[in-house]
């Protein structure tokens, strides 16, 4: 799947993000596992709500980072819409 800024993410369906309390850490859940996320994945994936475009995503956390993100921003997504964790 190939994501342009224009593409708008949206966490499959069978998913969900949510606080694992063991591990003190976001963590995504989806049938077959589990991923652990750092907070910048987490803040990535939680704007992934199929109302944000991938270029407002990096604009919201280019301002609340104070760095150009977008390649970071890209690179995850692209990663997460090749496990099928995210659609656009």
Same mark, same amino acid.
Do not use: H
């Given at each position: !799947?190939?994501?342009?800024?224009? =593409?708008v993410?949206?966490?499959? /369906? !069978?998913? /969900?993000?949510?606080?694992?309390?063991?591990?003190?850490?976001? *963590?995504?859940?989806?049938?077959?596992?589990?991923?652990?996320?750092?907070?910048?994945?987490? +803040?990535i994936?939680?704007?992934?709500? #199929? =109302?944000?475009?991938?270029?407002?995503?990096?604009?919201?956390? +280019?301002?609340r980072? #104070? +760095?150009?993100? =977008?390649?970071? *921003?890209?690179?995850?997504?692209?990663? !997460?819409a090749?496990?099928?964790?995210? /659609?656009?």
């Amino acid at each position: !799947m190939q994501l342009d800024p224009d =593409s708008v993410p949206k966490l499959w /369906r !069978m998913t /969900r993000l949510q606080f694992d309390p063991v591990r003190q850490r976001p *963590v995504l859940l989806y049938p077959e596992g589990a991923v652990l996320l750092n907070d910048t994945g987490a +803040a990535i994936l939680e704007l992934c709500n #199929g =109302s944000n475009t991938v270029g407002q995503i990096v604009s919201i956390l +280019a301002e609340r980072y #104070g +760095a150009d993100v =977008s390649t970071d *921003v890209s690179e995850y997504l692209k990663l !997460m819409a090749e496990r099928e964790l995210i /659609r656009a």
